[in-house]
């Protein structure tokens, strides 16, 4: 399968890998959008949040606390941080493996997007 991601996971293309275990690996996203962006990842090949299965509950759900862990470990759990995950091309994915954004290390502005609505919502 021709994805980036499980090539990370594969370790056959190199990352700054800032976590690991059995299921779930995570590394610094390539351009930065805070002083901390992590990209936390299931080993597993899962293309979009919207295919997500039931046997997939547990893995999802250690992907939230692997980056909490990650957080504290870098030293910004406390202050606080945000996590994202991005599904297809309204959600703006562009790698398609599911992958949570931790990003953090300043305050964050909400909402996230820059542009400005052009239709009321
Ligand atoms: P998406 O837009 O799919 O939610 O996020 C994809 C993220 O992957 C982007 O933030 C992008 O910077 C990051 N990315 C793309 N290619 C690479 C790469 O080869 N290595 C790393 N570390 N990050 C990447
Ligand atoms: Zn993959």
Redesign the pocket.
């Known amino acids: 399968m021709d994805c980036?991601f499980c090539k990370?996971v594969n370790k056959e293309?190199p990352?700054?890998i800032v976590f690991e275990d059995e299921r779930v690996i995570a590394?610094?996203?390539?351009?930065p959008?805070a002083p901390h962006?992590v990209?936390v990842i299931p080993k597993k090949h899962i293309a979009t949040t919207n295919e997500i299965s039931d046997e997939d509950t547990a893995l999802v759900g250690r992907m939230h606390q692997a980056a909490a862990e990650i957080a504290d470990s870098l030293g910004f759990a406390q202050d606080g941080y945000r996590s994202?995950l991005?599904c297809n091309t309204h959600?703006?994915?562009?790698?398609y493996h599911i992958?949570l954004?931790l990003l953090g290390g300043k305050p964050l502005g909400w909402p996230p997007y820059t542009e400005k609505l052009k239709q009321p919502l």
């Open positions: 980036l990370i293309i990352a700054q590394f610094n996203d390539i351009n959008q962006h990209l994202v991005n959600g703006g994915q562009t790698v992958h954004h």
